[in-house]
């Protein structure tokens, strides 16, 4: 029951409508919002909210699905989807039992098979598999059944309703309602004609599924039949006229015969869903735990939150939150224009079992509480935590509160009452606990509002003295907040405590809501009384009531906040010392980049007037030579001055000189490297094996380059191993043969034409797929320079997503359609940097 109490102390189902938001699926939002019981087949979570883990192994699973989850959806293009997934729980009952679903009811079923599956495909087919393992582990589990599906979509429209090629007695039958609906059509349309002025207006209408015509109430003698129904006013009868009533007699014959044979087919429908019933429910649970794990990726994404690490209870510093803020408050900033939310650090040491925040009242020792008890709650169910990295806490078995009033009439109690009933309630939770784990230390977080409040200060401070003393011996963490002075003194007293306090800014009378570690806070009473201009003779005296010695204490503790805010400051002025220094680093790494660029330039203009002289010298022997051709052969001479222009050329080019660069580069893991081949700057992944080839990304890509084909980011060449460096050259040898040999890709005109290894065809696609396959298409084109990509005429959409998807892609330069001749709008040629 205390549990309970925490959660709703703590505003726990706040926060899971907050991530009901985030959920795609119905059951998805229904197990956080939890409007009625989780019910899927024996699968039945009767709690208030979201169900919390009761181990560790629960929790770490949960945490695995939410980093995978992240993962997918910040690195596909447009994350998991769950289109077509729909919430069929109740049908499968009602199909197990022998009822009869509607139309509806199962095409919702084909849908999510659809959906289902497309799922199942988007993980399976992500690239970096080693990044995943637990959600593709789920859905190796999910049975989709095509043949089901396609039955489905066979049978029912996507309306719900049965079509004419579910079977043929209904085609025929239909095939007759239709003829026998164009005679009775006819015949009434005669009517209207023949009897116009009778006629209120003409229309053919429907009166108890019987074909009717208004007619004027005066006149219904001018058209006999049987009145079916009168209009609000009276004026108009819809009557039935005799020379159809038969017809609409056979009309309803076939009418049910349609409904029974319609009743039929979705019963053989019905009976095949019923016979795969736990396939299906396991299904919706799949889906719905990958739904909840993408729920919290993205909430945990919209926080900017980081994944929780789980330390032991033993260890140095088994607490260290830094910059932790509450989520509430953060959605209450961001849609609720709230106020800005001031972060928190939380840094608990060893051997430390107990912490006392103090300060005044309104300074945010509350929202500290609840905001440490949200973050533990949070990492239990899986969720990243919105704090800076490292987020460092122990997985705690219970997080059990006692915050805020607890006053009750009706039962006589006072807040001193309450609060005592709800710490009782905790202290017998947390022995239960121990019992459970045969240990004498319950791996609890206990959060306590304004311990000892309500009574004699005297008694009450003594009363919290003892309890903080009792939770030090059995809970594994207790954070208190209090008045009482007597509890600052315990840390002198006892390792196992701990002092904080919230910041209060006595010349603006306003909390800061900063948490401050190792310091006792003051009340500040007769400081803020003061400032609000009470007479300061009352402040003397009650400083007389006080003591001397409370004043020397609060003179100690103001010094040491002093202390605490020069060396936060100091610390502040280091930190933008630091910015500095690293913003001059980066103006000088950029102007020295320009250096480079200019130098380039510079380089390249040099080659252009260089090129231009031999161009010019070219011409004049070319004269030369023209004018020997005319007169006695001495084209000797002229061959003389050719091949010393072309010394000269070789002499001055910058382009023809480039200095030899030794090779001295040898790439590790995270090191950043260029592939000149692609022109493209990736990370390396893994280092060189024993055939010199290793792994790189760059972008969502990966792939295996050989290490002769990259660079350092400076130009430097890596040295090849002896073994690598005879694969190269045999490499070089065998591309010249085939150049030489079988030039099979190059006509005698010089274009590229089409082969097997240069094209790829996704006709009949859907757009999503087809992007998948022409990002593996393109990788493994490389070396061509080109890729045909067939994807068809039709509408145009898979040729508008597949451009979209060429404009942005790293290794693609243009691209564009194919001629007539080689498939005209249909095709598209990438041409490959």
């Known amino acids: 029951m205390i549990q309970s109490e925490t959660l709703e102390l703590l505003e726990w189902p706040r926060l899971c409508q907050h991530l009901a938001t985030f959920t795609a699926t119905k059951l998805g939002a229904i197990l956080l919002h939890n409007s009625r019981t989780f019910n899927i087949g024996d699968r039945q979570d009767a709690t208030n909210y979201l169900p919390i883990p009761s181990t560790k192994a629960e929790t770490i699973q949960l945490l695995a699905e939410t980093k ?21 729980g109740d049908s499968l009952e009602r199909a197990e039992l022998g009822g009869i679903l509607s139309g509806g009811e199962i095409l919702a079923i084909a849908t999510t098979l659809a959906g289902a599956r497309k799922l199942r495909r988007t993980i399976d087919n992500y690239e970096s598999e080693y990044e995943l393992s637990v959600l593709p582990e789920l859905v190796a589990e999910l049975r989709t059944y095509p043949e089901l599906e396609q039955e489905i979509h066979r049978c029912i429209d996507d309306r719900g309703d049965v079509t004419d090629r579910a079977s043929p007695k209904l085609a025929g039958i239909r095939e007759k309602m239709h003829h026998l609906r164009d005679r009775i059509d006819g015949i009434l349309r005669g009517i209207l004609q023949r009897k116009a002025s009778a006629i209120q207006q003409p229309i053919i209408t429907q009166r108890s599924d019987r074909f009717v015509i208004p007619v004027k109430a005066p006149q219904k003698d001018a058209v006999p039949g049987i009145v079916h129904d009168t209009s609000t006013t009276g004026s108009t009868l819809y009557i039935e006229p005799n020379g159809v009533v038969n017809l609409n007699n056979q009309m309803r014959q076939l009418q049910r015969q349609v409904q029974r044979e319609e009743e039929a087919i979705r019963q053989a429908l019905t009976e095949q869903v019923a016979e795969v019933k736990e396939d299906l429910e396991q299904l919706l649970i799949i889906a719905t735990t990958i739904d909840l794990a993408t729920a919290r990726a993205r909430y945990s994404l919209w926080l900017g939150a980081n994944p929780p690490q789980f330390t032991e209870p033993d260890s140095d510093r088994p607490v260290n939150i830094r910059q932790l ?25 060893s051997p430390v079992k107990v912490v006392a925040i103090t300060g005044p009242n309104t300074g945010g020792k509350t929202v500290t509480l609840k ?8 990492a239990k169910i899986g969720l990243f935590i919105p704090a800076n990295e490292p987020v460092e806490l122990p997985w705690f078995e219970q997080i059990l509160a006692d915050i805020g009033d607890e006053q009750s009439l009706e039962q006589s109690l006072s807040t001193f009452s309450g609060h005592v009933r709800r710490i009782i309630r905790i202290l017998e939770a947390i022995d239960e606990d121990e019992n459970q784990e045969n240990s004498d230390l319950s791996s609890t977080l206990v959060l306590l509002d304004e311990i000892g409040a309500g009574t004699d200060p005297t008694e009450g401070s003594a009363l919290a003295t003892s309890i903080l003393q009792y939770l030090a011996d059995h809970a594994l963490l207790t954070v208190a907040t209090t008045h009482f002075g007597e509890l600052k003194a315990l840390k002198y007293d006892d390792e196992r405590f701990e002092n904080a306090s919230v910041e209060f800014d006595i010349n603006s009378l306003q909390p800061t809501y900063r948490l401050l570690w190792g310091i006792p806070g003051r009340s500040n009473a007769m400081t803020i009384a003061g400032k609000l201009g009470l007479k300061q003779e009352i402040i003397y005296r009650a400083q007389d009531y006080v003591g001397g010695n409370s004043e020397d204490v609060n003179q100690v503790i103001a010094g040491l906040e002093a202390q605490r805010q020069q060396q936060e400051t100091k610390a502040k002025e280091a930190s933008e010392l630091l910015q500095e220094t690293e913003s001059l680093h980066r103006e000088v790494a950029r102007k020295a980049a320009a250096l480079k660029d200019r130098e380039r330039d510079l380089q390249l203009s040099q080659e252009v007037a260089v090129q231009e002289k031999i161009a010019e010298a070219k011409a004049e022997i070319a004269a030369v030579i023209r004018n020997l051709q005319q007169g006695p052969l001495t084209a000797r001479n002229a061959q003389k001055a050719t091949e010393a222009i072309n010394e000269i050329s070789e002499k001055y080019l910058p382009s023809r000189t480039v200095p030899v660069k030794k090779p001295n580069f040898m790439p590790k893991e995270g090191d950043r490297i260029r592939i000149p081949k692609i022109g493209q700057t990736a990370e390396v992944l893994s280092a060189p094996n024993e055939n010199d080839e290793l792994t790189v990304k760059f972008g969502i890509m990966k792939m295996t380059v050989s290490l002769a084909e990259v660079e350092s980011l400076d130009g430097e060449k890596a040295e090849l191993s002896k073994k690598s460096k005879n694969v190269e050259a045999q490499k070089s ?6 150049s030489k040999e079988t030039p099979a890709e190059i006509t005698s005109s010089g274009l590229a034409v089409r082969t097997s290894q240069n094209s790829i065809d996704i006709r009949g696609s859907r757009v999503a797929d087809a992007q998948i396959e022409v990002d593996r298409a393109l990788s493994r084109a490389i070396e061509y320079g080109l890729l045909w990509i067939i994807h068809g005429k039709g509408t145009g959409k898979l040729r508008q997503g597949i451009h979209e998807f060429l404009q942005d892609h790293p290794l693609v330069e243009r691209y564009e359609l194919a001629p007539r001749n080689d498939g005209g709008s249909g095709v598209t040629i990438a041409h490959l940097v």
């Open 68 to 88: 995978e989850a992240y993962i997918l959806e910040t690195r596909l293009l447009q994350g998991l989807s769950f289109d077509g997934i729909e919430d069929f």
């Open 325 to 349: 803020r509450h989520p509430l408050l953060v959605w209450q900033q961001q849609y609720e224009e709230g106020n800005d939310v001031v972060p928190i650090d939380v840094t608990v040491k």
């Open 371 to 378: 905001t440490l008890g949200l973050a533990a709650l949070m």
């Open 733 to 738: 040898k065998k591309s010249e043969s085939k």
